[in-house]
């Protein structure tokens, strides 16, 4: 039986969520100031020492702020270069001759699929972000159509499946064969992917109404005609650099026998922060020097593209705060409480913890570890589980309806201007498509695979 203080800590929890919505949808409160508000109020009412308030949100913030603003600057930045240099229209004409302007939602969840593979979600976001701002442009498609498709590549690789770090770490904890995981959380989540992106997307882009002017999107200029752009394997080379090295950074970590005393070395340039600063420098020669842009050129790309990036932060930094609150209120052991009390089946179990532990803290990450962590010794004690499937189920629940307190929802909102309610109804509700989707196909095929 749960008791009276951590039903309270729930409802409160719940109350707060609601309330956060309500004071920027219909109060038309500025999202920070909510945030901040929301989370002195639920942590008063959970009884957290005064002292301790304020700086427990500061170190979600701050902890939030420390990776994402790097990112967010350094993907600005080299967004900034493939948009000035024609790099992204380059990408988009050679996606639209592919798979032609009906298709291109497919093309998008692809590119989504391969870029995010071996990059958190926010960093493989970046990268792509001027892609999918252009391709919309060019086919004068909504970018809901483009980017709700890109994200749900993005997302399913960032939950279920490893090389991506997030992944991996569930399937190291489960004991799970990487090699059929890897199979496993294809054949699984590239059908999440597909319901969630190109299909879903067609449903809800009607009703998701974006504003003409787009900050984000202005900064990337229309180039005209394609034989002045430069050429598509140099653009892809840029996007993909980043990438690559994030890969050797995984492997080198994974494998330090095999790095050997390069293992250092490669773990430092295969770091988010490090490998994007390669990226950008490097961008800053191929599509900027190499294109006949002048020192003081590139560097006031660099500058300019900064400033509308700075709302972006603050609001992930702030939902970082939030999910920090709940954190330390005491919630989120109340929700793994909850979820043990219950008598499910062991599949089942794992989506729930990490769906629960999502929903409070808003990472992805932190779900899946924490639900890893629980979950792992029941599992060697009930046989009959495959522990592939355990890390995809748990993946899954660690992805289910992004909202407020999760930066990737501020992300996705800013960078798509969007409001708050058409996030909800289009990312938050992707994201949850993914997760129920990956419970399904993961419960259907342990019946298959016993």
């Known amino acids: 039986m749960i008791d009276p203080h951590s039903v309270f800590l729930l409802a409160s929890a719940c109350i707060a969520v609601v309330s956060l919505i309500l004071l920027i949808v219909t109060f038309k409160l500025n999202p920070f100031i909510s945030l901040v508000v929301v989370s002195l109020a639920l942590a008063i009412a959970a009884g957290m020492p005064p002292q301790a308030i304020v700086r427990s949100f500061e170190t979600g913030f701050g902890g939030t702020m420390g990776h994402i603003a790097v990112i967010v600057a350094l993907g600005a930045m080299l967004g900034k270069m493939m948009a000035e240099s024609g790099g992204a229209d380059q990408i988009a004409y050679t996606l639209i ?27 493989a976001f970046v990268l792509l972000v001027p892609i999918a701002f252009t391709v919309a442009r060019r086919t004068r498609t909504s970018l809901v159509l483009v980017g709700l ?15 991506h770090p997030a992944a991996m770490l569930a399937v190291t904890i489960y004991k799970a064969d990487v090699g059929r995981s890897i199979l496993y959380a294809l054949l699984i989540g590239i059908p999440c992917a597909v319901l969630a992106g190109p299909l879903y997307a067609r449903i809800i882009a009607p009703y998701v109404s974006l ?4 900050s984000m999107a202005d900064q990337f200029v229309d180039h005209g005609q394609e034989k002045s752009l430069p ?30 005393r390069l293992g250092p070395a490669l773990q430092l340039i295969g770091n988010d922060d490090i490998a994007l600063l390669i990226g950008v420098l490097f961008s800053f020669v191929g599509l900027g020097k190499m294109r006949g842009f002048d020192r003081k050129t590139i560097l006031r790309f660099s500058n300019e593209c900064l400033a509308p990036t700075a709302t972006i932060t603050i609001l992930v930094g702030a939902g970082g705060g939030f999910g920090r609150i709940l954190q330390d209120s005491g919630v989120s052991r109340a929700i793994l409480a909850l979820a043990l009390h219950s008598h499910v089946h062991l599949l089942l179990l794992a989506w729930l913890l990490a769906a629960l532990m999502r929903l409070a803290t808003g990472s992805a990450t932190v779900a899946m570890i924490t639900a890893a962590q629980i ?14 499937l355990l890390a995809i189920a748990t993946g899954a ?41 990956g419970l399904g196909l993961a419960s259907a095929a342990s019946l298959i695979l016993r």
């Not at 504003?211 to 787009?214: A, K, V």
């Not at 394997?233 to 950074?249: C, D, K, R, S």
Request: net charge negative; charged share 10%; proline share 8%.
């Open 231 to 260: 050429s598509f394997w140099l653009t892809l080379f840029t996007i993909l650099l980043p990438v690559a090295l994030m890969l050797l950074g995984s492997w080198a970590q994974s494998d330090p026998a095999g790095a050997g």
């Open 149 to 163: 498709p890109m994200v749900a590549g993005l997302s399913v690789v960032h939950g279920l499946a490893p090389p």
């Open 375 to 388: 979950v792992a010794p029941i599992a060697l004690h009930t046989p009959g589980v495959r522990p592939e």
């Open 397 to 437: 629940g660690a992805l289910i309806f992004s909202h407020v307190n999760d930066g990737g929802f501020w992300l996705v909102k800013e960078y798509f201007n969007m409001s708050v309610t058409d996030t909800l109804k289009s990312w938050s509700i992707c994201e949850t498509i993914i997760s129920f989707a």
């Open 97 to 123: 001759r592919l798979f032609g302007e009906r298709n291109i939602g497919w093309a998008m969840v692809f590119i989504g699929l391969i870029v995010g593979l071996p990059a958190f979600f926010e960093v």
């Open 211 to 214: 504003p003409t002017e787009n």
